[in-house]
C-alpha cells in the first residue's frame, strides 16, 4: 500500500479528509468486487460444463463468507497469543494484528470487531486521506478474493464440507498474518526489511500461488488428467473472455486504488497495469503458436491475466518502461512454468493458478528489487538499478517468508482434508464414477448450469410443439423430395425425346439420299 505509516500502532487520527481520495478509494473498492463475479466467469469457461455451478457457488459464497469474517474479526484480529499457545514465542508474530490494534489477551486487541469504532469521518494511520471505514472495505475486498483463486487449483475434486473449511481457516491461518506483516505493522514492513508490496503480489498472488501448487500436490490427479493432458476442453470460452476482459478492468481499482489516493502513483499503476497486461499477452500468444502452429484464445486469455498479476507488486513504483520488460519476462516464464509444473511433472493444477499467479507474483515482487524508484514513487524506495541493493535482500527475505509460511499451513490443511477422506470420503471427489457425474451433479439441486427445470405441464406443452414442429418439417422434406422427383421425371422424359429424334435421323434411307452420275449432275436413282 502506498500511503502506509507503519511504526507503532496509534489509534484513529483527525485529518483532512479528501473528496477525491474518498471517490477514487469507494470506486476502486467497487472495481475489485466485481472482479470475484468476473474471477467466476473466467474459471466457470475455462472449466468443463458439469462444474460450472460449483465455481460460481464457491466464489460467491466464499466472498460473502470471508466478508463476514472480516467485518466481524478479521480486520482487527490479533494473533500473537494464539501462535504462541499452540506453537512457540515467535517473535515476528508479536503484536499480530490485521489492520487494528492489539492489545494483551487470547486473541489480540479487539477495538475494531464487527467494525466497531471504524470512523467515517476519521482516518486510519494507514490512510491519512480517506474515512477509516472505506480504508477497511477497501481492504475487505482484497481479503475475499484471495483464497478464492485457489479455486481453480483444485476444480473438480474438492467439495462443499471441505471447501468451507479451507478457505475459512485458510483465511485466518495465511491471509491474515501475511497481510499484517508486509502492509499492517508488522516485522517486514518497517525497518531494516521494509518489503513493498503496492497492491498484493507478495501477500495475495504469491501466497495463493504457492497454495495452489500445494493443493494440487496433495489432492492429487484428477482421473482423467492424462487423457487431456490436465487440459480438457473449455466449457464456454466466450464466457472466460468476458470474465477476462471485467478482470482487466477491475484490476485498474485493484492496483490503482491501492495508491489510497487519486494522485499521480494512481495514473502510473494504470499506465504500467496495462502495458505489462499487453506484453505478456502477446508473448504468449506468439509462444503457443510457435509450439503449436496456431494461436490459441485461452492462452492469450492467460497471458492477459498472468501480467496483470506480476506486475501488481511493482505497479506503483518502476517506470512504464520497466513494466514493459517486466511483462515480457511475465510472459515467458510463466507460459514456461504452466509446460515443466503440467507437462513435464504431470502436477494438475486445474487451472494453472500456481504458474499465472503464483510464478508471476514471485517475479513481480522481486523485480521491485532492482527497478523501484524513489522518482515514481517517494513512498517507495530505489532498488539496484538506482543505486539500493538491500531493497533486493528485503524483497527476497519478503517473498521467502511467505512461500514458507503459506505452502506449510495449505500442507498442513490440505493433508488434515486428504486423512479426513481416506476415513470419511465426503470431503473429496474420490471415484471415477463421481468425477465423471461431476460436482453439479453430486451436490446441487438444479440438473445442471445449461438446463432449466420444468413442470410436468410445461414439458407436455413444450413436447407438444416439439411434435408439431417435426410433423411440419416432415411435410417440408416430402413435398421438396416430391418436386425432386417431378423434376427429375420432366428431364427423364426430356432426354428420352432427343435420343429418340437422333435416332430417327440416323435411319434414314439410302434410297432418299442423292448420288452423283458419271457426268457430275445429281440423279435420283
Known amino acids: 500500500m502506498s500511503s502506509v505509516s507503519f511504526g507503532k500502532f496509534n489509534p484513529d487520527v483527525d485529518c483532512q479528509l479528501d473528496d477525491g481520495d474518498t471517490a477514487w478509494v469507494s470506486v476502486s473498492t467497487i472495481l475489485v468486487l466485481c472482479m470475484a463475479g468476473a474471477l467466476a466467469f473466467f474459471e466457470a469457461g475455462l472449466s468443463r460444463k458439469k462444474e460450472t455451478l460449483t465455481i460460481f457457488s464457491q466464489i460467491w459464497v466464499g466472498l460473502s463468507l470471508l466478508a463476514v469474517c472480516w467485518i466481524l474479526f478479521g480486520y482487527t484480529l490479533g494473533l500473537y497469543y494464539l501462535f504462541q499457545l499452540i506453537f512457540v514465542n515467535i517473535y515476528f508474530f508479536d503484536n499480530v494484528t490485521v489492520f487494528g490494534p492489539s492489545q494483551g489477551g487470547f486473541i489480540g486487541g479487539l477495538d475494531y470487531l464487527a467494525f466497531v469504532n471504524v470512523d467515517f469521518d476519521k482516518c486510519s494511520q494507514h490512510a491519512l486521506t480517506i474515512p477509516h471505514a472505506s480504508f477497511a472495505c477497501f481492504q475487505m475486498m482484497f481479503a475475499c478474493i484471495t483464497p478464492l483463486l485457489m479455486t481453480g487449483a483444485f476444480a473438480e475434486r474438492l467439495k462443499w464440507k471441505s471447501y468451507i473449511i ?98 499521480g502513483v494512481a495514473v502510473v499503476a494504470i499506465v504500467n497495469t496495462h502495458a505489462a497486461a499487453c506484453v505478456s499477452t502477446i508473448v504468449w500468444m506468439f509462444m503457443y503458436w510457435i509450439q503449436n502452429k496456431k494461436p490459441s484464445m485461452v492462452s492469450i486469455l492467460n497471458g492477459s491475466i498472468a501480467g496483470m498479476a506480476g506486475v501488481t507488486p511493482a505497479s506503483g513504483y518502476i517506470s512504464v518502461h520497466s513494466a514493459l520488460v ?200
Open 166 to 263: 479451507m478457505v475459512v481457516l485458510w483465511e485466518i491461518l495465511v491471509y491474515y498474518p501475511c497481510a499484517h506483516i508486509i502492509w499492517g505493522g508488522g516485522f517486514l514492513s518497517h525497518q531494516p526489511l521494509d518489503t513493498l508490496d503496492f497492491a498484493g503480489g507478495i501477500v495475495i498472488h504469491v501466497s495463493s500461488g504457492i497454495a495452489a501448487l500445494v493443493c494440487a500436490l496433495v489432492f492429487g490427479k484428477r482421473k482423467d488428467f492424462d487423457v487431456h493432458h490436465g487440459e480438457p476442453h473449455p466449457s464456454n470460452i466466450p464466457l472466460a473472455a468476458i470474465g477476462a476482459a471485467l478482470l482487466w478492468m477491475g484490476w485498474f481499482g485493484f492496483n490503482a486504488g491501492s495508491a489510497l489516493s487519486s494522485s
Open 326 to 525: 517486466l511483462g515480457f519476462v511475465l510472459g515467458a516464464f510463466s507460459y514456461l512454468s504452466i509446460y515443466l509444473l503440467k507437462h513435464k511433472l504431470k502436477i494438475d493444477d486445474a487451472l494453472d493458478v500456481s504458474s499465472v499467479h503464483g510464478v508471476t507474483g514471485l517475479i513481480g515482487s522481486i523485480a521491485i528489487g532492482f527497478c523501484a524508484s524513489l522518482k515514481i514513487n517517494p513512498n517507495g524506495a530505489d532498488g539496484v538499478f538506482y543505486g539500493n541493493g538491500w531493497q533486493l535482500v528485503a524483497q527476497i527475505v519478503g517473498v521467502a517468508f511467505v512461500l514458507f509460511w503459506s505452502g506449510t499451513v495449505t500442507f498442513i490443511l490440505a493433508l488434515t482434508i486428504r486423512f479426513l477422506n481416506n476415513k470419511w470420503p465426503i470431503f473429496l471427489v474420490s471415484t471415477k464414477d463421481e468425477e465423471e457425474d461431476g460436482l453439479d451433479g453430486l451436490e446441487f439441486a438444479e440438473i445442471s448450469a445449461y438446463e432449466e427445470t420444468v413442470s410436468p405441464e410445461a414439458l407436455k406443452l413444450l413436447l407438444e410443439e416439439l411434435e408439431k414442429k417435426r410433423i411440419r418439417h416432415m411435410k417440408s422434406l416430402i413435398e421438396t423430395q416430391q418436386e425432386q422427383i417431378l423434376i427429375q421425371q420432366k428431364h427423364r422424359r426430356t432426354l428420352l425425346r432427343e435420343r429418340t429424334n437422333i435416332h430417327s435421323n440416323d435411319n434414314i434411307s439410302e434410297s432418299d439420299k442423292p448420288v452423283l452420275s458419271s457426268y457430275g449432275s445429281v440423279n435420283n436413282l
